[in-house]
């Protein structure tokens, strides 16, 4: 029963943790729209205004990834697999979802993932330096 009264509360942070994104991501469009309406006074306040423009994309990427996580996460709840890694069928630890309420995966799938993953990536660099930066499908 503490499992169940546990993810009943990550459902409670993922929610409000979605509607914050969904509100931030709206404001940091609007704000990126404002700015680009807005006219420059010099070249410095131009360059000023376009490394702000940057980093709040970057953030709002960074944001948007996050909600689709969360999104996905409470999707899964659901469904029932929420809690069960996407790859073992196993019970992913309390520990790890408080951690990180949006995991798909137990801790070992993770790194497997990730070590697999960084090969991939490796070799695929490889590849697109071998050709001059096209990659041959």
Do not use: F, W
Request: net charge negative.
């Amino acid at each position: 029963m503490a499992r169940k009264e546990s993810l009943l509360s990550l459902r409670a942070i993922l929610v409000r943790r979605r509607d914050a994104l969904r509100s931030a991501l709206a404001g940091d469009l609007t704000l990126l729209k404002e700015l680009r309406s807005e006219s420059p006074g010099d070249v410095i306040d131009a360059a000023y205004d376009s490394a702000q423009d940057e980093i709040s994309s970057q953030l709002a990427e960074v944001e948007s990834r996050e909600l689709a996580h969360i999104e996905n996460a409470l999707d899964r709840m659901k469904v029932g697999k929420y809690g069960v890694c996407e790859v073992c069928n196993g019970k992913i630890p309390m520990v790890r979802l408080h951690a990180l309420p949006y995991a798909t995966m137990c801790i070992d799938c993770q790194r497997e993932s990730e070590r697999s993953g960084g090969i991939r990536r490796e070799v695929e660099e490889r590849s697109e330096e071998a050709v001059g930066g096209e990659l041959e499908l």
